[in-house]
């Protein structure tokens, strides 16, 4: 049977003047929910504020049936994945090394790893399609290739969730939609994912549900069909964006208008 | 992993060796065969005895010590704060310790009492406080403003150092600058003892953060999220680099460079991983900083020269090498 694994209730999460309110998330098991919305909507303080980064400022948000604010660290790390938006890369490591410090929460005090934690490693460079990279540098590799090295890292926490701030950002639209297949075969395992992305298509194809965001607050939550509908969409975005069934799956894409210079009207 | 033990083992043995063989470089020839007949005849009071034993075990004692400390730390500093040009040094201790070793030089009586160590270790730590209140905000330390407010202390520093010795005497200025070029020569097993335990506790407290530094060198937030306490590690390294650095500096004056070319340079050859570079870092820089004193107390023998230039003079030319062979710094991409 499928399981909660986040349960957000009145949540508010305050941060320079800011203020995201959500009412009512539920996360469950094999499913992905796509955050979307306008920059500046709060979709990584949403995700900062569930990975343990920022303090709630009123609510409840219960992590697999635990309560956030009582978990510990490194416990809290041993449930959820979370790949911020930028990862600097100060040195180069190899893509083995780098996968192997996700195991980092798994690790006790003094323990050093070992080979429980090198198969956790190897497994997660599988399923993100990374294990021929093993011993290249990670200055040395793609946009697309480093961005699942990362993902691999964070697998590599086996984390019950993945929160993926923007992990498509850069990527092009073949590495996009890997990445994105990636992630839905691993919610087929039983993770949950949250993914928040700026691109409404692939969110729309990949995604079981989505969430809207706009200036901290929840616009929309549903299916890709009730949230990306045209009168929805224009009321965020404005007239620049038209939505249209895709091909094969009659999900909504979302394309945009073409327009001419004078009549683009802001939102 | 396997190839990391490898260089650790091999880097320790030649630190011994070097740090053994040293003990028969200097102004006056000295062969082992003289310390073992010493020894044999337990004639303790003669020459070879009193020079080896008393005059350059606790400056070679001394050596391994602050050149292992002042590259661990740079090493840890430069993968907290992101930055490949931070040391404990460059971040306004070298400057704080040079004001207060001056100022105590100028003052004499301060110095009749205790010399210029302790208002030297005085000074750094004052100014590391300094630089960590001005740097710190509610969400932690943020490695630009640290870097700025260091340097910028450091700057002051400077000026106040040349103040102090545009007004002193010309008989203390000599003695300032002698301080200021750094050397481990005055300095005995009374002396070693007291800041061995600082340069102890500093070097193990940031051997132990070795996986915490992995996981900040991919950013904060990916290692808040793995269970890291940012802050916390913040305070414990930025702490224990600035005790094993200020302790070093107290007694042995500035030496530059330790804390930058004994880094990088390791990295080539060890990797990146701390749990690996730290350690190598320890004994890479004891063996240089032991190296270096053996140069400059036999160049110009018998005249000595000071230290720090002997680090700067080897350390500079032999960075922009690496610097242009590899033509960048660890940085990352894009």
Redesign the interface.
């Known amino acids: 049977m499928t399981q909660i694994l986040i349960s957000a209730r009145n949540m508010r999460v305050r941060r320079n003047g800011f203020t995201l309110r959500i009412d009512r998330v539920d996360l469950s098991q094999r499913e992905v929910l796509g955050i979307i919305g306008p920059n500046g909507s709060g979709k990584s303080t949403l995700l ?1 504020a569930v ?3 920022l303090p709630l400022h009123s609510g409840a948000v219960s992590i697999c049936g635990q309560d956030l604010r009582n978990l ?6 041993g449930l ?5 938006q ?8 190899s893509v083995t ?2 996968v192997l ?2 195991r ?2 798994r ?1 006790r005090e003094w323990e050093r ?1 070992g080979v429980r934690d090198r198969e956790a490693a190897a497994a997660a460079m599988e399923m993100t399609d990374v294990a021929d990279l093993a011993h290249r540098r990670i ?1 040395r590799l793609s946009g697309g290739e480093l961005r699942r090295v990362l993902l691999a890292s964070v697998l590599a ?1 086996e984390p019950r969730v993945l929160l993926l701030d923007e992990p498509l950002a850069g990527l092009d639209i073949h590495h996009s939609t890997v990445f994105a297949a990636a992630l839905r075969g691993l919610a087929a395992q039983g993770l949950g994912a949250v993914l928040v992305t700026h691109d409404l298509s692939i969110a729309s194809l990949y995604c079981d549900r989505l969430l809207l965001l706009v200036g901290g607050e929840v616009v929309a939550c549903g299916t890709p069909d009730t949230v990306l509908s045209p009168e929805i969409l224009a009321s965020v975005y404005g007239d620049s964006v038209m939505v249209m069934p895709h091909p094969e799956t009659a999900r909504p894409t979302v394309v945009p208008r073409y327009v001419q210079c004078d009549a683009l009207e802001r939102p | ?1 396997r190839s990391g033990a490898r260089s650790m083992a091999i880097l320790g043995l030649v630190a011994l060796m070097v740090s053994a063989g040293s003990l028969f470089v200097g102004p006056v020839r000295i062969r082992p065969v003289e310390l073992v007949e010493a020894l044999r005849a337990r004639e303790y009071g003669s020459l070879a005895w009193q020079i080896v034993v008393h005059q350059r075990l606790p400056r070679i004692i001394l050596g391994f010590v602050a050149g292992g400390c002042l590259a661990v730390a740079g090493a840890a500093f430069q ?1 907290l704060l ?1 930055n490949p040009l931070a040391t404990p040094y460059t971040l306004g201790l070298s400057g704080g310790s040079a004001l207060g070793a001056v100022l105590a030089l100028w003052v004499p009586h301060i110095v009749g009492v205790a010399g210029p160590a302790p208002p030297a270790l005085l000074g750094a730590l004052i100014t590391a406080v300094a630089v960590y209140l001005l740097a710190v905000r509610r969400s932690g330390l943020r490695s630009e403003d640290l870097i700025l407010a260091g340097v910028t202390i450091g700057f002051f520093c400077s000026a106040m150092v040349l103040l102090v010795r545009y007004l002193a005497s010309p008989h203390q200025v000599v003695l300032m600058d002698r301080w200021l070029m750094g050397g481990l020569e005055q300095i005995g097993f009374r002396q070693l003892s007291g800041i061995l335990p600082y340069a102890g506790a500093g070097v193990a407290m940031l051997l132990a953060c070795h ?1 915490e530094l ?2 900040v ?3 904060q ?2 290692a ?6 940012v802050p916390a590690l913040q305070r414990l390294v930025y702490m224990a680099g600035t005790i094993g650095t200020a302790a070093v500096v107290s007694v042995a004056g500035p030496i530059a460079f330790v804390g930058l070319i004994v880094p990088h340079t390791l ?1 080539r050859i060890v ?3 701390h749990g690996i570079l730290l350690p190598s870092c320890f004994l890479g820089g004891a063996v240089f900083l032991v190296c270096c004193d053996a140069v400059a107390r036999s160049v110009l023998a018998p005249a000595e020269l000071p230290v720090g230039i002997i680090t700067a003079g080897i350390g500079g030319p032999f960075f922009l090498f690496l610097l242009l062979r590899s033509s960048r710094l ?4 894009r």
């Open positions: 900062r990975s343990g980064l510990e660290r490194k416990t809290l790390a959820i994945g979370f790949l911020p930028d990862v600097p890369l100060l040195y180069p490591y090394d780098t410090l996700g980092y929460p690790l790893v200055d926490q | 992993m993968g992101g996986r992995d996981q060198a991919f950013g937030d990916l808040a999220g793995r269970g890291v306490s990295r990797g990146f991983s660890p940085r990352s991409p």
